[in-house]
């Protein structure tokens, strides 16, 4: 009985641990959309890359922590 209560408090702690990255991730990505220039007309493909890189992992990071 005691091992079942501490793998159902392990289980808890885990999934604790889980949400609390999730949301740390959506904050680094909310953060480091401030540091990044927004997008403008521009032929500069490495702002292009770096906005749809950011814009993937935004989408990614949001459906985590859901």
Avoid: G, I
């Avoid at 680094?28 to 950011?54: F, I, Y």
């Amino acid at each position: 009985m005691n091992s079942s209560l501490r793998q159902s408090s392990n289980a808890a702690y885990r999934e604790d641990f889980s949400e609390y990255v999730a949301h740390l991730q959506l904050h680094m990505a909310l953060q480091a959309r401030n540091l990044v220039p927004t997008l403008t007309n521009t032929d500069d493909s490495r702002e292009q890359m770096l906005h749809q890189t950011q814009a993937t992992f935004e989408k990614l990071v949001s459906r985590q922590a859901h």
